[in-house]
């Protein structure tokens, strides 16, 4: 494979090989980035790597590993930032790598986006009623209505039966309407 004259070898080896374990990397090593690192550092990164690693500065390199590594690193750098930029899913992705399953989930896939769907739904109600219901019996407890509240719950939990948010919550609610 001819090597490319416009680029230092060293930096064309380590370029092949941060491609050939970008597999082994979270988006935040892709990055180079900390897991707490805030908005603005994540965008700074993400920007300095495209410049790097951007395919086009590499059309025309005589060296097709060195094209095939840059356009593969090119990929994961904005697939990681599209991910990270999104609290939700950044949120979701952290909680991910720092689980059990790192290794399977160190990229997001549409898994992870019906993984965290149904979390939120679950969280919320998986119903239209049940949602509703929620809602309202969270607006009772702020206005201090703690027996609409409990109503509320109560009626949630006949559309679902099985939400443990709710059950939890109208417990909760329940002893305090007791005074305990």
């Given at each position: 494979m001819p090597e490319d004259p416009n680029v230092h070898p060293h930096w064309a080896a380590e370029t092949k090989q941060i491609a050939a374990h970008l597999?082994?990397?979270d988006y935040f090593q892709?990055?180079?980035?900390?897991?707490?690192?805030?908005?603005?550092?994540?965008?700074a990164k993400y920007h300095q790597l495209q410049r790097n690693y951007h395919p086009d500065s590499f059309f025309t390199?005589?060296?097709?590993?060195?094209?095939?590594?840059?356009?593969?690193?090119?990929?994961?750098?904005a697939e990681a930032y599209v991910i990270l930029k999104d609290a939700e899913k950044r949120a979701k992705y952290v909680k991910d790598i720092t689980g059990p399953e790192r290794?399977?989930?160190l990229r997001y896939t549409d898994e992870s986006a019906r993984e965290q769907r149904i979390e939120k739904e679950q969280q919320l109600g998986k119903t239209p009623q049940g949602r509703q219901l929620w809602l309202k019996a969270q607006?009772?407890?702020?206005?201090?209505?703690?027996?609409?509240?409990v109503r509320d719950l109560k009626t949630a939990l006949i559309f679902e039966r099985d939400n443990d948010l709710?059950?939890?919550?109208?417990?909760?609610l329940e002893t305090q309407l007791k005074g305990g």
């Open positions: 597999d082994e990397l892709v990055l180079g980035a900390r897991h707490d690192a805030p908005f603005p550092e994540l965008k390199s005589p060296d097709d590993d060195l094209r095939r590594a840059v356009t593969a690193i090119a990929k994961r750098v290794a399977k989930k607006d009772s407890v702020k206005k201090g209505d703690l027996a609409a509240a709710f059950k939890a919550k109208l417990a909760e």
